[in-house]
């Protein structure tokens, strides 16, 4: 569903993907993992059109996607969900979903409302005056409404508490579980292991494992080394 070939990607003069691969099919969930500043929010902006890469391909659907704007991209069918959990603070939980909602199935508000309880219990509440992590599930609610057949998920569960994260990851993976295709990514190894059809591990700027579960599971003390390094 997703192709990425060969990606350089550059901040001004400064070179911060080099010839990344990554592939994603309909209904996996891949994981891109590594340390603080190795490029896996940069990837996913290049995917995106935000930070657009000098030389390689996207495709998505067999389309080559590489030189559209982002607004073009999200059109053609990927949603994005960047760290930085942006909500209308002066809408309500409700509104926020409304101006997102683009029709289609599966996702619509009854359907986000099962997967994120709280923003049922919240939903008239403004954005500004919820939690994070109720800010973080409103954020990828708000995503999903426009019906996404890929979406990128940039550090979901950053700088949440230990219980909230578990709860998140419960939501990620009955996302996944529902047939969302999506492509996430983690500082933490152990909830990638256990919900991800595939693992790519970044560092400075460059895929330097790539494994499916099984097999990174079976490497995981090997994972565990690169990302620790
Ligand atoms: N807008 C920018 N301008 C210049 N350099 C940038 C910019 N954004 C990121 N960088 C640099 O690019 C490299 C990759 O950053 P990126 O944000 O993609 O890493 P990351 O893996 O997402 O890190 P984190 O875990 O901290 O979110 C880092 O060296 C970072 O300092
Ligand atoms: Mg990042």
Not at 98 to 120: C, I, K, T
Request: hydrophobic content about 40%.
């Amino acid at each position: 569903m997703l192709e990425c070939r060969q990606i350089n990607t550059f901040y001004g003069p400064a070179h911060v993907l080099f010839d990344i691969d990554i592939d994603v099919e309909q209904g996996q969930m891949v994981c891109l993992i590594g340390r603080n500043g190795v490029g896996k929010s940069t990837t996913l902006k290049s995917i995106m059109g935000l930070a657009p890469p000098t030389s390689g391909s996207v495709r998505f659907e067999g389309r080559d996607i590489t030189r559209l704007p982002p607004h073009r991209i999200a059109q053609a069918g990927i949603g994005y969900v960047p760290e930085d959990r942006r909500v209308f603070a002066d809408l309500t939980v409700e509104e926020n979903l409304e101006v997102a909602e683009r029709g289609g199935a599966p996702w619509n508000l009854p359907a986000v409302f099962e997967l994120f309880p709280p923003l049922l219990e919240f939903r008239h509440r403004r954005g500004g005056l919820l939690s994070g992590g109720q800010q973080q599930m409103l954020t990828i609610a708000r995503t999903l409404v426009g019906n996404p057949r890929l979406l990128l998920i940039d550090e979901p569960t950053e700088g949440l508490s230990p219980i909230v994260v578990k709860t998140l990851e419960g939501m990620i993976r009955s996302l996944k579980e529902k047939g969302q295709t999506m492509l996430l990514a983690a500082q933490d190894l152990r909830f990638s292991l256990s919900v991800a059809d595939s693992i790519y591990v970044l560092d400075h700027g460059r895929v330097i494992y790539h494994a499916p579960r099984d097999q990174a599971q079976a490497e995981s003390d090997r994972i565990r080394s690169m990302l620790s390094v």
